[in-house]
């Protein structure tokens, strides 16, 4: 049988190809991940789907006049356990929060009050 009309072929390596070459992500073939016992990317487990050390980079970047409080809450707020809901529910939850943002309140330490802000998620 030919690759021609693999999962692979058809839709996989044209993603990876557009997300590096159009949008400029970085690719990283993981699939040797464990090959030491331990990821290679900071995973403490095989289950851990967010990269959280990445994450919390990616939303200090996007947020640099947010406190580390707000981060925090908008990694946790991402990484919650959905597995209660359904597949469809959980995937509109992320979406909604990849789109617009995490609402996430911390203390305001000017004021004595809790602050709300929307964390971005996508720039």
Same mark, same amino acid.
């Given at each position: 049988?030919? +690759?021609?009309?693999? !999962?692979?072929?058809?839709?996989?390596?044209?993603?990876?190809?557009?997300?590096? *070459?159009?949008?400029?992500? *970085?690719?990283? +073939?993981?699939?040797? !991940?464990?090959?030491?016992?331990?990821?290679?990317?900071?995973?403490?487990?095989?289950?851990?789907?967010?990269?959280?050390? @990445?994450?919390?980079?990616?939303?200090?970047?996007? +947020?640099?006049?947010?406190?580390?409080?707000?981060?925090?809450?908008?990694?946790? !707020?991402?990484?919650?356990? @959905?597995?209660?809901?359904?597949?469809?529910?959980? +995937?509109?939850?992320?979406?909604?929060?990849?789109?617009?943002?995490?609402?996430?309140?911390?203390?305001?330490?000017?004021?004595?009050?809790? &602050?709300?802000?929307?964390? &971005?998620?996508? *720039?």
């Amino acid at each position: 049988m030919s +690759n021609s009309y693999t !999962e692979d072929h058809l839709v996989e390596q044209p993603a990876i190809q557009l997300m590096r *070459d159009e949008l400029g992500w *970085d690719v990283v +073939n993981c699939y040797g !991940e464990w090959d030491g016992g331990v990821s290679a990317l900071g995973r403490d487990g095989k289950r851990e789907v967010v990269l959280t050390g @990445r994450l919390k980079s990616a939303l200090r970047r996007m +947020n640099p006049d947010l406190p580390v409080e707000a981060i925090e809450g908008a990694v946790e !707020e991402i990484c919650r356990d @959905r597995t209660a809901l359904s597949l469809a529910e959980a +995937n509109r939850e992320i979406d909604k929060l990849l789109k617009q943002g995490v609402k996430v309140s911390f203390p305001d330490p000017e004021h004595g009050e809790q &602050r709300v802000e929307v964390v &971005r998620v996508v *720039d």
